[in-house]
């Protein structure tokens, strides 16, 4: 067993986070994750309204009766979500940890710090994580540039971002992007992380709801298979190499607006794609880690694989380098 600061701040076995996935942080993934001694993540933004969230969590807790948090991310919309209604439904629904993203998390840590709820802030650089510790988060997931979803801008990978995290926080830090084994974990607790956060990899197990079309793919896909989108409007977004991720980036590069990219990255046809299996139906969300996946195991032999392997690694290849 790996005991961290994490796991004995955030209340659970193992040092290890499935973070919110759009579409994909549903219970039964979110159930396996607790059940096996992790820290697991409903993404909150994937139930229509609160009252679906609500309804989502409970349908949790008939799955586990160990702990799970919520991950709330914030992003700029024409229409936003009802945040403020989101945050009372997690609050009232007696959960304990919250990961937050997106826009800068003083909003948040001022609604959730009085209910007693944890605060784990996801960050691409120091300077933001250092601005949410100051805010009062107890964590942050720092993402490498390795990572599915929104890398930042900085486009600094994990092997310099970790430790340059731990050389400047004093709170619990996460190490986001490209973890998917043993041999991840160990490596981020020696860089100064006192866990790992990883979402692909959840993406490709039994419990997790989405088509076996799309875990296919994933084990099939090697570490250069993802896309840049966005990054000529700074909103840059790492997604599935396909047709559609492919002309999203051959526009933007000539130089068209948004609005004559809006349809092939509606959110509605990512959907489709984890819904029905077709990976060229729109861009979906997945992390150059892909090119280490090369199975679908249950959530449970997964996280029991990954801690056992874990203390070899630190027992023998590791304890057999150290002369004396």
Known sequence: MLRTR???EFGVEHPIVQG???????AELVAAVANAGALG??????????EDLVKEIARCRELTDKPFGVNLTILPAITPPPYAEYRQAIIESGITVVETAGSNPAEQVAAFKPAGVKVLHKCTSVRHALKAQELGVDGVSIDGFECAGHPGE?????????????????IPIIASGGFADARGLVAALSLGADGVNMGTRFMCT?????????????????????ELI????RNTARVASNSVSREVVAKLDEGVAF????????????????????TELGVWSVGMVQGLINDVPTVAELVDRIVTES???VRNRLGKLVAG
């Not at 039994?206 to 993802?226: F, M, Y």
């Not at 966005?230 to 409007?233: N, Q």
């Open 311 to 313: 203390g070899e690694l």
């Open 6 to 8: 994490f796991t004995e």
């Open 259 to 278: 609005e004559d990219v809006r349809e092939l990255v509606a959110g509605a046809r990512g959907r489709q794609v984890y819904e029905q299996g077709d």
């Open 20 to 26: 919110g996935m759009q579409w994909v942080g549903r």
């Open 154 to 170: 900085d486009d600094i990978p994990g092997l310099v971002l970790i430790p340059r995290a731990a050389d400047e926080l004093s």
């Open 230 to 233: 966005f990054r000529p409007l």
């Open 41 to 50: 993540m409903i993404t909150a933004l994937t139930q229509p309204t609160p």
């Open 206 to 226: 039994q419990e997790s709801p989405i088509h076996d079309e799309v875990k296919k793919r994933i084990t099939e896909a090697g570490e250069r298979d993802t």
